[in-house]
């Protein structure tokens, strides 16, 4: 074979790191772009292109999906791609139904125009009020007893998984070691920062606070959740500069609450449910047109907060003005349904009432933001108290067996009863003990006791002493012998490592001093014991109803971390002076802050 006569070439090479090949004066450029091929012509414009777009994106303000802010943020945005926006998250990690992006109501999406109001915020510098001196550190002196020392054994546990294997991401996996990121915000990190400063976990504090001074950034272009960054990172940052008195937690919840300040940008001023902390933009959730009632109606304690704290009205206006509209709407007998539109203001029509998911905070936050109001904002004591009414009036149910009362749930147009009650549910006690604390009806007592009963009820049915996330309950005497009081579909089985009833647990105790409370937690803190720890932390599981096949589901939900263990800590305190509920309120996400005289 010839060797080839590369010298007759009919080609010319294109070599773009040579400039002398293209700039050279004794040539001319047109010469050279006439020498060239079809394909060298089309290489030519493709790198010219590529060339444009990359500058383009690299543009700030140029992109709404890819751009990234900085180095730092790469696995964030990669996630980003991975977790459709507002879509529901995959199935294995699917883990809170509340957050589950499956809509009810079908799913179309009503594009509505972008509306930009005359900005319903207050202009700070007209309202002088002074923002609140930094607070003492407060001084926590560690597990006192051996239940406690049961639950910080089981905190750092579950802490050095984390550590280990999903460090600055929100969710560990504990068994597969690895992580799950869902709005990229560290989410465990943030919702623990309290908790191990009430366990007096210094070095643990120290490692999380280095890492939300260096690392804890909210510019990136992602869509969040407002309820839930909200309740736990707004929350847990702002506890944890009440609690400390460190500054840096307050900058970062500034900063975190002016990204979030969009939401509020609609019509009505109910907030959308999702924002983008990066674009500072607001939407409607990609699986439907409304807001869930709860989520809109249970973000005033920590926007308050940040406003009392730092002296700008302009975040408690925003929320005060949600709940003073959200009274004004015609309801139920107290209750409310629970979507609601963000631009019209009004609730869907015959949307599902519940204390479950999309209702359940909304009653807990009225008394609470009364209690953290010193108790002089009157329509939402009125509410709360109406809601409870509402609630005997047409929710509370018995069994036919042995007359355990639970919740029942009214659906659709009809308000058909259907006597089931989520897990979620058994948060109601507490904040039923607390209103009677704060002077509210005695009778709102026997309805906790009952319902603690109830949820308590939940767990003993199951071998592994943990409840499924939903039972549903007999109703109907069939006169068998053998009817059982409640039963729980295999869908439903799952425990997710949730704090409601160890809360309420939490609430009866400091309350009534009853240690038959104590006890219930213990039996359910070794339920948990027995059968979600593992290696490297503990994990919700798929089936609560066989201790033989518990189907670990590898995922620790933030508030494991920020509610669960923090709740059987509080519980177990023998002293029931460790946080003093007559100065502290707690969030939804289990975030103390201060109580405020009006
Ligand atoms: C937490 O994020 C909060 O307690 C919220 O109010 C309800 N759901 C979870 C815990 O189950």
């Known amino acids: 074979m010839l060797p080839r006569d590369t010298s007759k070439t009919d080609y010319i090479s294109l070599n773009i790191n040579d400039p002398g090949t293209y700039l050279k004066p ?54 980003a791609q991975e977790i459709p926006k507002g879509d529901s998250i995959p199935e294995e990690v699917v883990v809170d139904s509340e957050n589950q992006g499956v809509g009810p109501g079908g799913g179309e999406v009503i594009e509505e125009p972008e509306f930009q109001p005359e900005i319903n915020q207050v202009d700070d510098d007209q309202i002088n009020e002074p ?60 919702d623990s920062l309290d908790t191990m400063y009430i366990m007096g976990l210094k070095e643990e504090f120290a490692q999380a606070r280095a890492w939300v001074e260096e690392s804890l950034v909210f510019h990136t272009n992602r869509d969040v959740n407002l309820f839930e960054v909200t309740i736990r990172v707004l929350g847990g940052l702002l506890s944890a500069y009440h609690l400390s008195g460190d500054k840096i937690f307050l900058e970062k919840a500034i900063d975190l609450g002016d990204r979030m300040m969009p939401a509020f940008s609609t019509r009505s001023g109910v907030p959308y449910s999702d924002v983008n902390l990066g674009t500072k933009s607001a939407h409607h959730p990609k699986w439907g047109p409304d807001s869930s009632t709860s989520e809109v109606t249970s973000i005033q304690l920590e926007f308050r907060d940040l406003s009392r704290t730092t002296g700008q009205p302009r975040f408690e206006a925003a929320v005060a003005k949600v709940s003073e509209h959200v009274h ?132 003993v049915i199951q071998p592994t002493f943990l409840a499924p996330e939903i039972t549903y309950f007999n109703v109907q005497d069939t006169g068998e012998e053998s009817q059982m009081d409640m039963y729980v579909k295999s869908t439903d089985a799952h425990n997710l490592l949730r704090p409601e009833f160890i809360e309420s647990l939490f609430y009866m105790w400091y309350f009534t001093g009853n240690k038959t409370y104590q006890a219930w937690g213990w039996q359910i803190f070794q339920g948990f014991e027995n059968h979600t720890k593992f290696e490297n932390g503990y994990t919700s599981i798929g089936n609560v109803r066989n201790r033989n096949n518990t189907r670990p589901r590898d995922m620790t939900e933030s508030f494991w971390f920020g509610e669960t263990l923090k709740y059987f800590y509080l519980l177990f305190d023998d002293t029931r002076q460790l946080v003093d509920l007559d100065r502290w309120v707690f969030n939804s996400e289990g975030h103390p802050l201060p109580i405020h005289e009006s």
């Open 131 to 190: 923002p609140q001196p930094k607070p003492n550190a407060m001084v926590f002196h560690g597990p006192q007893n051996d239940r406690q020392k049961a639950v910080v054994r089981a905190f750092k546990h579950s802490w050095a998984g984390y550590v280990k294997f999903a460090w600055g991401h929100d969710n560990v996996k504990p068994i597969s070691r690895g992580y799950h990121e869902w709005f990229g915000l560290g989410l465990t990190i943030v």
């Open 328 to 459: 004004n709407l015609e309801k139920y007998d107290g209750l409310v349904p629970i979507f609601i539109n963000a631009n019209t203001g009004l609730f869907r029509e015959y949307a599902t009432i519940t204390l479950g998911a999309r209702g359940d905070s909304y009653y807990e936050y009225l008394l609470k933001q009364w209690v953290q109001t010193g108790r002089t904002i009157d329509y939402l004591r009125d509410d709360y108290v109406a809601g409870i009414q509402g609630m005997q009036k047409h929710l509370v149910r018995r069994t036919a067996k042995n007359k355990f009362l639970f919740i029942a749930e009214l659906i659709g147009a009809s308000r058909d009863m259907k006597p089931k009650m989520d897990h979620l549910t058994c948060y109601l006690p507490g904040t039923l003990a607390l209103g009677v604390h704060n002077g509210l009806p005695s009778e709102h007592m026997d309805f906790a006791k009952e319902l603690t009963r109830t949820c308590y009820q939940t767990h």
């Open 26 to 79: 004794s040539r001319s450029l047109w010469r050279q772009w006439n020498q060239m091929s079809r394909f060298q012509r089309n290489v030519f414009w493709f790198l010219v292109i590529t060339a444009l777009l990359i500058l383009f994106y690299l543009l700030p303000g140029g992109t709404k999906n890819v751009i990234i802010d900085d180095g730092s943020d790469y696995v964030n945005a990669k996630v």
